[in-house]
């Protein structure tokens, strides 16, 4: 990226700092410079720090007891699960997603925080001759799955989501599902002077919260692929996992300050980071299909405002006149719903318009894609479905599998090249040096990123690197 380019990219983010989705931009753009992001990380924190309310934080005022109280609360989180799960087993409904097309609404908007998971600890790596940060750079490793295309997060994540069909989805999304992302990112690549708020978010992020048990739990039953939601519950755990080891980085790094005051104060202000922007609880509390299928709707209403004849009419409009304006399609929903093309809260089978678009000989069958038709679906259905009929009423997906094809033989050479200036550097700290950028958050889940990591366990923590292959 030329020069002009790059300062012009800087300045127009600096003027518009509220645009979340630009900054996430700006930060997985492997052009611009480490010290350009670090510029605009401390910028953008210090912007969101003077908003926080911070003092009322619910933190206990000895140090000494914080892994008592992350225990309580790890034993309580595990408390309310057993009640949701005998709420269940009596019969009770699943209380976060209805249906399928729901689970998927979910997925979609948490999409662009799951695709930065860990970030926030990358800066740390860069203290990796320092063995006080050893335990937040496991984390991070651990986070990155040790190399592993199959461990790592955000391949986990993106293979859910490729093989949902919900990629597309993703790109429609409103700016406010990229606050909390652009945090993470903007902690990332934060200078020296933040570690304690890095710190204090990641001992907030480590703990086990209630909503993450029952998500797991419910992706399950709905037949959809758990895993990383699931490894979330293992690897994070408070005996051995990320939750213990962010409480002994804690312990260790606080040790080492000498103004304690200021130290706490700002784990405080890290710790409450964790509540910008719109959280999971938050994201399930307002799952809305109808919005969802209106979208859907828009986007075909942009191919097809033109193909359809004229001899249809609804309140003497013709679809293609309903369809000229996104505007509309909305109102001309409402009219298929009122003419009962669309009766809500009943089998689909019973819709007009859902054979229109399922059966073969329908006139929109091959308009809507499987994932699509599955939203519709449960739209339409509602509460009506029963979770019986749940394999009869799940639409086939083809199933992707990324890892056969992440390895791209139209390389550029860069993985070749990083191999050579490896094997050929005979210094341990000019080896890690060179391997520290492919570990960044834009970088660490390509092919190039993952081989890089897997030499970065090999070298500075062996006994992961064992761990790797037996896993």
């Not at 986990?156 to 999304?173: A, C, K, S």
């Not at 709905?222 to 051995?240: C, Q």
């Amino acid at each position: 990226m030329p020069v002009a380019v790059k300062n012009k990219l800087l300045e127009w983010v600096d003027k518009n700092h509220q645009n979340y989705f630009d900054l996430v931009t700006f930060f997985l753009n492997g052009e611009v410079s480490i010290q350009e992001k670090e510029r605009k990380a401390s910028y953008f924190l210090k912007k969101e720090i003077q908003s926080l309310t911070y003092n009322s934080i619910d933190f206990p005022p000895d140090i000494s007891k914080i892994q008592d109280w992350i225990l309580e609360n790890n034993k309580f989180q595990c408390a309310e699960y057993q009640a949701y799960l005998e709420k269940r087993n009596r019969g009770a409904g699943r209380e976060y997603f209805k249906n399928v097309g729901q689970a998927f609404e979910f997925l979609i908007k948490v999409a662009p925080v799951k695709r930065v998971d860990g970030s926030w600890l990358f800066s740390i790596v860069h203290y990796w001759n320092d063995s006080v940060f050893r335990d937040l750079i496991q984390i991070y490793l651990e986070e990155l799955g040790l190399g592993l295309a199959t461990s790592n997060h955000v391949c986990l994540f993106d293979d859910l989501i490729l093989n949902l069909g919900l990629e597309h989805f993703v790109l429609d999304l409103e700016d406010e599902y990229y606050h909390q992302p652009a945090i993470q990112l903007a902690l990332a690549y934060a200078p020296p002077e933040f570690i304690p708020e890095i710190i204090g978010f990641n001992l907030a992020y480590e703990q086990l919260p209630l909503h993450l048990l029952i998500t797991n739990y419910e992706l399950q039953e709905l037949g959809i692929d758990s895993k990383y939601f699931n490894l979330h519950i293992t690897i994070d755990n408070i005996d051995n996992g990320h939750a213990h080891l962010s409480i002994k980085a804690f312990e260790k790094i606080y040790s080492k300050f000498n103004d304690k005051k200021s130290f706490i104060e700002k784990i405080k202000i890290g710790f409450t980071l964790n509540d910008k922007g719109l959280s999971s609880r938050q994201i399930i509390k307002n799952l809305n299909l109808d919005a969802l299928v209106i979208k859907i709707l828009k986007r075909k209403a942009l191919i097809g405002n033109v193909i359809h004849n004229d001899k249809c009419k609804f309140n003497n409009k013709t679809i293609n006149s309903w369809l000229a304006s996104p505007d509309s399609v909305e109102e001309f929903v409402e009219v298929l719903i009122d003419k009962k093309w669309i009766k809500l809260g009943c089998d689909p089978e019973e819709s007009r318009f859902w054979k229109l678009i399922n059966q073969e000989e329908g006139k929109m069958f091959g308009v809507f894609t499987a994932t699509e038709k599955q939203i519709i679906y449960d739209w339409i259905a509602g509460e009506s479905a029963q979770d019986a009929d749940l394999n009869a009423r799940r639409i086939q997906l083809d199933h992707k599998d990324k890892n056969n094809y992440m390895f791209s033989f139209l390389s550029d050479g860069e993985l070749e090249d990083i191999q050579h200036q490896i094997y050929e550097t005979g210094n341990l700290a000019m080896k890690i040096n060179k391997l520290l950028p492919y570990l960044a958050p834009h970088a660490h889940h390509r092919e190039t990123g993952l081989w890089c990591t897997q030499r970065f366990v090999d070298f500075l923590f062996p006994f992961l690197s064992h761990q790797k292959f037996t896993s």
